[in-house]
């Protein structure tokens, strides 16, 4: 059984599956982690998802405030030994019904190219590649991509 929970960055689980991302990503960017790193603060989170499986807190994301119309997806994670069990797809699902009863009409996030598993699960759940925005203009290993939430 399964329960996910809308909080904040303040939320200790939040915090430690952010810490195993960082981690992750810390790796898998390698020279390039410092650049990404910088624009993935969670201390101003309002808007943060925990996915519990039996009480064990095993996937997360965010969302936070991009324009007039969008909210950006951040932070999305789940550890290796959980993963293929659809609770990614969870958490995007509530992070899109949030950005919705926010009133906003669109999620747009950016993911790394080397990381096909974000940009599959991007892909399953409807979003379409975009132009790189904002800072990631110009970054070859960026990906960004873009869902209209408002039907």
């Known amino acids: 059984m399964f329960t996910l929970k809308r909080t904040n960055s303040k939320n200790p689980d939040f915090i430690k599956l952010v810490e195993q991302l960082d981690a992750n990503l810390a790796e898998r960017d390698g020279e390039d982690h410092a650049f990404y790193n910088q624009f993935n603060s969670i201390s101003n989170l309002n808007h943060t998802v925990v996915l519990y499986k039996d009480k064990k807190a095993v996937a997360c994301g965010a969302i936070k405030k991009f324009d007039d119309s969008s909210m950006e997806v951040k932070r999305m994670f789940v550890p290796s030994e959980e993963r293929?069990?659809?609770?990614?797809?969870?958490?995007?699902?509530?992070?899109?019904?949030?950005?919705?009863?926010?009133?906003n009409t669109h999620?747009?996030?950016?993911?790394?190219?080397?990381?096909?598993?974000a940009i599959a699960l991007y892909e399953k759940n409807g979003y379409r590649r975009i132009s790189n925005y904002g800072q990631y203009q110009g970054i070859e290993n960026s990906v960004c991509f873009e869902k209209n939430v408002s039907s």
Do not use: D, F, M, S
């Open 107 to 117: 999620c747009i996030l950016e993911t790394g190219k080397r990381q096909p598993e």
């Open 84 to 103: 293929g069990k659809g609770y990614a797809t969870k958490v995007l699902k509530e992070l899109e019904l949030w950005t919705k009863e926010l009133g």
